[in-house]
Nanobody, 122 residues
Framework: QVQVVESGGGLVQPGGSLRLSCAASGSIFSIYAMGWYRQAQGKQRELVATINSAGSTNYADPAKGRFTISRDNAKNMVYLQMNSLKPEDTAVYYC????????????????WGQGTQVTVSS
């Protein structure tokens, strides 16, 4: 099985910073891409940023210029550095593992973490 665990959420004041981490563990041979999504209360889950195994990144417009995604392929970890946080960034942030090749499936699989709460408030 594969486990995806996020950490680093919390309460921060507007203008502050947080760094989210996500670790994927289990029988994983490779992962094509990892990313962060978020879901605010009453809204649909939306893309924040993704990064593939080659290091190519993709950011949603709200994250551009403020958030930085990075990845450690050897550790199957992905990070999200969030700066200049705004109240509208308040949401549950979910880690996504895209097209993981595992030791027990012949097809690539996607996995989600349980989410970590980020609250931006004074």
């Amino acid at each position: 099985q594969v486990q995806v665990v996020e950490s680093g959420g919390g309460l921060v004041q507007p203008g502050g910073s947080l760094r989210l981490s996500c670790a994927a563990s289990g029988s994983i041979f490779s992962i094509y891409a990892m990313g962060w999504y978020r879901q605010a209360q009453g809204k649909q889950r939306e893309l924040v940023a993704t990064i593939n195994s080659a290091g190519s990144t993709n950011y949603a417009d709200p994250a551009k210029g403020r958030f930085t995604i990075s990845r450690d392929n050897a550790k199957n970890m992905v990070y999200l550095q969030m700066n200049s946080l705004k109240p509208e960034d308040t949401a549950v942030y979910y880690c996504n593992v895209d097209r993981a090749r595992t030791g027990w499936s012949s097809v690539p699989l996607n996995f989600w973490g349980q989410g970590t709460q980020v609250t931006v408030s004074s």
